[in-house]
């Protein structure tokens, strides 16, 4: 598995500084991702089409296969491991910005700087996603015992009128945020950087939460927008990814070039 030259790695960690971004930076962050969605929109929203077919097929399948009872945890997974998903977007993104052409094969086949590190990443993501959806597994199982899962048409009234289910929520809110928190730090910018400059996961993860904590107020504002889009876009019966999903991809690039 390749690696960094030493200097390679030293080099984007020492350049990490406070930015001083005002928390409304993450809406111009918005904008340009918006204006990089409509420019040559058709890979874009090929894209955004691509996963809103394959989510509502897990979806479909987790119902066909009987496990209705981790579809939220597996919508929140979708967010760890959505930066991965959305590496074609930032390769238009940087296409654009470099005056290349644009073409959807680049993006579904992307050449990332970093070569397999890409790859590497997305498997620790994947990790810590299916490691969310077992602690939610497990977290019920505590308050619940083997009683067995009443069906999404029940689990409001069950979680809303019972002891057992509002301690449920305090403890699965309180490790889910940990979980998302954590998973948003080490992934945000860790792909856009792997895709950008030649390093190992592991120092593009760590340099990702550097460049988070540095720059709390912006990106916990951005971590609010992709909260709120994301949360839009299963209201809408997960339609709403078509746009989204691309819009979110194109911006969290330019959030990257801001903040690096």
């Known amino acids: 598995m390749a690696t960094a030259e030493p200097s390679e790695i030293i080099i984007p960690l020492a350049e990490q500084r406070r930015r001083h971004l005002s928390a409304s930076a993450a809406f111009a962050w918005l904008g340009a991702g918006w204006r990089d969605l409509w420019r040559h929109p058709g890979p874009s929203?090929?894209?955004?089409?691509?996963?809103?077919?394959?989510s509502v097929a897990m979806v479909w399948c987790l119902f066909a296969l009987g496990l209705d009872?981790?579809?939220f945890p597996a919508l929140a997974g979708f967010m760890v491991v959505g930066p991965l998903v959305a590496i074609g977007l930032y390769e238009k993104s940087r296409a654009l910005e470099d005056g290349e052409p644009v073409k959807l094969e680049s993006m579904l086949f992307v050449v990332a700087k970093s070569g397999a590190q890409v790859l590497y990443t997305g498997a620790i993501l994947c990790l810590l996603m299916l490691l969310w959806m077992r602690a939610a597994v497990i977290i019920?199982?505590?308050?619940?015992?083997?009683r067995p899962f009443p069906g999404?048409?029940?689990?409001?009234?069950?979680?809303?009128?019972?002891?057992?289910g509002w301690g449920m929520l305090v403890v699965g809110t309180v490790v889910g945020g940990l979980f998302a928190a954590f998973s948003f730090a080490i992934s945000v910018f860790a792909i856009p950087?792997?895709?950008?400059?030649?390093?190992?996961?592991?120092?593009a993860m760590g340099t990702s939460i550097s460049m988070v904590w540095r720059n709390l107020p912006v990106m916990v504002m951005w971590g609010v927008i992709v909260l709120v889009l994301f949360l839009l876009a299963v209201v809408t019966g997960l339609v709403g990814l078509v746009i989204i999903f691309p819009l979110l991809g194109h911006a969290t690039w330019h959030a990257y070039k801001a903040i690096r």
């Open 69 to 71: 009872y981790i579809l």
């Open 193 to 203: 950087m792997l895709l950008d400059q030649k390093l190992d996961a592991f120092t």
């Open 140 to 146: 019920y199982a505590l308050f619940f015992g083997v």
């Open 45 to 54: 929203l090929f894209y955004g089409l691509v996963v809103f077919a394959i």
């Open 152 to 164: 999404l048409d029940h689990v409001a009234g069950m979680l809303a009128t019972t002891p057992e």
